[in-house]
Every structure is written in structure tokens, then in C-alpha cells.
């Protein structure tokens, strides 16, 4: 079961035999054409920076699947209509499970609460109209990929009961993200044996975060945290 970070919100996940790649916004310096072939793409929001609108050139790539909430999905079967089949495109809203050839994946309610400021930054970088509400978190195999998230007791909530070995988190601050502090308070509720910073990244629109990793690494030390917290270099990847 390893786990290769991409960048921003974007993981290559391999599971239960399959390759399974979250939010694949990919640019420089990751090479898409190097990656492995994907089995499943998990889109938590259709915002541009969680790779909705790459989605054709995944498909004609990978022939993969695509899961994410179900309005998203119903966009994208108007957007990719006989460029998609709408038997790769599933969607699943919070609670719901799917089994993707042998692999459980739950929909987990995420909390963004975006302001109108936040909304008319994120429409005039988005150019698309995919839908950025709701956003989905999910949870498969012990892994908990956040989504674009602010801290929510309703996420621990929904959680209660699972093993969660690698929790993916945002800590940016910005846009309705959670901050270092957030994340950390997440994944302590979670009982989280590893945390990966995510979504903290500078895009190349020149949308800038408030933290970096080193601001979530420097407080889970201060505060004596349990939590393992693993902040990944671009292309690093982190074994099972």
C-alpha cells in the first residue's frame, strides 16, 4: 500500500491491486505521462485545482473511472457527453459506499464554507462551471483523503470506528481550508497514526496560501503531538 504525493491535493494511491490517483490536479514538475496507469479517479470538488477538468485526457490515458459527489457527476456527464461513458462516471454523496472491484470507498462529509469573496476567487480561476459544493472526503483501506476541508466534529463523526493509518489533509489556511492547528485537531479526533499535509502548495495561477508544512511539522512538535506527521516532497512516496 503505498502512497506517491503529486502535489496539492493529488495522490497516487496503490490498493488492494489497484492504482488509485485523488484530485489529480498534475502539472510541473510531475510528468503525467510517466505516472501509472490509474484504475480510479476521486474527485472531492470540481474546482480547477482538484483536476475535474482534466478528466478527458485522464479517460483517453487511463480508460479509468471517475467517483465524486453527485452533482459534480451529473456535470460532468453533460460535459463529457460521448467523450465519457456514463457507466465510468459514478456518484456518491456523504455516508454512501461504494465497492470498486473489492475496495470500499466512503463518501465523507467535508465542511467549506466559503465566503463570497472565496467564491468569486475560486469562479474567476475555476473557468469552468463545475459545481464546488458539496465537497466529498473519503475514506478506503485505512486511508482518509480530507478534500478541500476546515476542521468539523461532524468529520470525526463519520469516521468513529475506522482505522485510519494515513489521514490526507489540508493545512493552506486559505479559501475554506483548515489551517495546521485544524488539521492536527482532526487527526488527533481520528486517532490518525500518519498525517500528509496537502493543499498548501502556491499554484501556478498564483493563488497563495497562509501555512506552509514546515508550520504544521513545527507544531505537532511544540505541542507533543502523537500524531506522525510526514510533510512529502513532490514525487516522494511513502510506503504502506
Known sequence: MNLTFLGHSAFQIEVGGLCIYTDPYIQAPVDISRLPKGDLV?????????????????????????IGPKPLIQWMHRKYRHKIPADKLIAISHHETVNFHGVEITAVP??????????????????????????NGYYFEGFYHGGATKYSPT????????????????????YATAS?????????????????????????????????????????????????????????????
Open 42 to 66: 476521486l474527485f472531492s470538488v470540481g474546482h480547477f485545482d482538484h483536476g475535474v477538468l482534466m478528466a478527458k485526457e485522464l479517460y483517453d490515458r487511463w480508460n479509468c473511472t471517475f
Open 110 to 135: 467535508a465542511h467549506r464554507p466559503l465566503s463570497r469573496l472565496g467564491k468569486t476567487i475560486m469562479h474567476l480561476f475555476a473557468r469552468s462551471s463545475a459545481p464546488g459544493k458539496p465537497v
Open 180 to 240: 495546521p492547528a485544524e488539521a492536527l485537531k482532526l487527526a488527533e479526533e481520528i486517532r490518525a497514526e500518519r498525517l500528509v499535509p496537502m493543499h498548501w502548495q502556491p499554484l501556478k495561477e498564483q493563488v497563495f496560501f497562509r501555512y506552509q508544512s514546515s508550520d504544521l511539522v513545527k507544531l505537532a512538535k511544540t505541542s507533543g503531538s502523537v500524531v506522525d506527521v510526514r510533510a512529502l516532497a513532490i514525487g516522494e512516496v511513502l510506503p504502506g
Open 155 to 174: 468529520i470525526s463523526h463519520a469516521l468513529k470506528g475506522k482505522r485510519i493509518h494515513t489521514a490526507l489533509l489540508p493545512i493552506g489556511g486559505k
